[in-house]
């Protein structure tokens, strides 16, 4: 599979890839006249964005729908929960109707329970159980960069990798344990935004653009276009 083409762009630092992806959201959110889906990265990288996209004006608040692309499986309230640093960052910080917050369960659940209870919710949300490339799941999906090559919780030699049919799965070889969206999930998407900043990304970017297909993040073939928003560090 040849790798898709991507839109890149290099923003001088964090703040300014901050400002820059929070505007590119709501350029594309702000027209939307039917529901809107976004699916949240998790990690360091995005905190910032999330504060800067929550001020932003004249966003259709109740009409977009939040979800994550995976979720560490601590309790929501766990400072290591990507649930609790969009909470924090943003989904407190704007009208967001509590109905169009769809987290990854991680209480009273096992993590294969939890991958199973979101595949059911995001097929709820839309409206089949087999995903058609016309139609994207999400209007956008956020991801992370690691430096070991994984986005959302698809790490290297993880089985999920190998996933293509079931749009979640449970990752135990990590602590602490993960829930993901698998390949077919997250490309399913009408633009998929990889943000990466910092000099320790130098590195794998690198080896990404240059066609590193052996890294998990290289493997991703959105329905829809392909960005990155990376800042001067991680683009060296
Ligand atoms: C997570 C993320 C993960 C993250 C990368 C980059 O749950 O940690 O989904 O894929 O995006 O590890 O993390 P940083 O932004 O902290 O470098």
Request: proline fraction near 8%; glycine fraction near 8%; charged fraction near 20%.
């Amino acid at each position: 599979m040849s790798a898709p083409r991507a839109e890149i762009e290099i923003l001088a630092d964090p703040a300014a890839l901050a400002e820059r992806v929070a505007d590119w959201m709501a350029r594309i959110v702000r027209p939307k006249k039917e529901r809107v889906a976004i699916c949240l990265s998790g990690g360091s990288t995005p905190h910032l964005l999330y504060r800067t996209f929550a001020t932003r004006k004249r966003i259709p608040w109740r009409r977009v729908h939040w979800f994550w692309g995976d979720e560490r499986f601590v309790p929501p309230g766990d400072p290591m929960s990507n649930f609790h640093m969009a909470e924090t960052a943003l989904l407190s910080r704007a009208p967001v109707p509590a109905s169009n917050i769809h987290p990854v369960r991680t209480e009273g659940v096992t993590p294969a329970g939890s991958a199973a209870l979101y595949e059911a919710e995001l097929q709820s949300f839309y409206g089949a159980a087999r995903l058609e490339p016309a139609r994207p799941l999400f209007d956008v999906t956020l991801l992370g960069l690691g430096i070991d090559g994984h986005t959302a919780s698809l790490f290297p030699g993880s089985p999920a990798l190998e996933e293509r049919t079931r749009w979640t799965a449970a990752v135990e070889g990590q602590t602490p344990r993960r829930v993901t969206l698998t390949y077919p999930a997250l490309g399913s998407s009408a633009h998929v935004a990889f943000l990466v900043a910092g000099a320790e990304k130098r590195r794998v970017l690198r080896e990404l653009w240059q066609g590193d297909s052996n890294l998990p993040a290289a493997r991703l073939r959105p329905e829809g276009q392909l960005h990155f928003f990376v800042d001067a560090a991680a683009a060296g």
